[in-house]
């Protein structure tokens, strides 16, 4: 697979593996399953694994440990800090908030070294910013982290313009990671601008919009009873109709290319720019394979307006967050 670069420091595959379903969110895990496709993953050529101590919580990066254990020296493994996290309550309950303190930054890159089972964190994000903690302190701990041999390079999610300055003369950010897709395009605002005038890697997580790109959502049945899009704006049934509507435009484009809407989809985002690595989640060898085949698919500035137009933001009903959750972003 082709690669591409995020900040100085880090060269990874074009397309990366968002594992977060792997273990929280979406529903029951299987475990087999789920290393069987992290074990594809990399035989395919990606080198790109995201995860973070909130997911499950702590679930993940222990998968994450142990199936890629051995394949180490091939990899480029991300993981978040960002929250307080109350041990022993289910993952529904457990998120208290966010907690941006130095003293945090450090407890969670100890634990997330030993969960993962590795010396070094190779990207190291804030998750979400700390309104209460000056970015500056925050991001002094994580480059003390850097200077430790800890941590090789330093990552912020879903920070505003504003703060991505502030910590970037602090420290290189390497990477910035926030919501990016068809129906999800916030970072054009302001923050994509940023990070290529700072020369920051931007990696957009629901690069398929939670899954309601690749035209398989079609009513919240279709979601397990405890998968958390229930509770977000545009997977509420009211709201659902009209946007699976809107996605057959996408699923036509796509046939008209011969691949899935899916492929299509993600195609667009990886064509934004060679700063651009997106990191769609995968559960099912099948998924897997048809993201990254979409690596390789290259669309004209015609076919980028077209898709762009057809399903803009401005057509989708609902939020992407509820208000809660919205208000952890862009700070």
Known sequence: MKTRKLGNELTVSAIGLGCMGMSFAYGEADERQSVRTL??????????????????????????????KDRRDQVTIATKFGFRIEPGKPAAEAIKGVDGRPENARAV??????????????????????PSVPIEETVGAMAELVREGKVRA???????????????????????QSEYSLWSRDPEEEVLATCREL???????????????????????????????????????????ANAAL??????????????????????????????????????????????????????????AQLGNALSPMLVVGRRYSEASLALTNR
């Open 154 to 176: 330093l990552g912020l999610s879903e920070a505003s313009a504003a703060t991505i300055r502030l910590a970037h003369a602090v420290h290189p950010i390497a990477a910035m």
């Open 247 to 304: 996605i057959g435009a996408l699923r036509g484009l796509a046939e008209e290319r011969g691949i899935t809407a899916a492929q299509l989809a993600l195609a667009w985002v990886v064509n934004q720019g060679n700063d651009v690595v997106p990191i769609p989640g995968a559960r099912k060898l099948d998924h897997l394979e048809q993201n990254v085949a979409a690596a390789d698919i290259v669309l004209s500035e015609s076919e980028l």
């Open 39 to 68: 074990h594809r993953a990399v035989e395919l050529g990606v080198t790109f694994f995201d995860t973070a101590e909130v997911y499950g919580p702590y679930e993940n990066e222990k998968l994450i440990g142990r199936a890629l």
């Open 109 to 130: 890159a100890e634990a997330s070294l030993r969960r993962l089972g590795i010396d070094v964190i190779d990207l190291y994000y804030q998750h979400r910013v700390d």
């Open 199 to 241: 020369g920051i890697g931007f990696v957009p997580y629901s690069p398929l919009g939670r899954g309601m790109l690749t035209g398989a959502i079609s009513k919240v049945d279709d979601l397990a009873v405890d998968d958390f899009r229930r509770s977000l704006p545009r997977f509420q049934a009211e709201n659902l109709d």
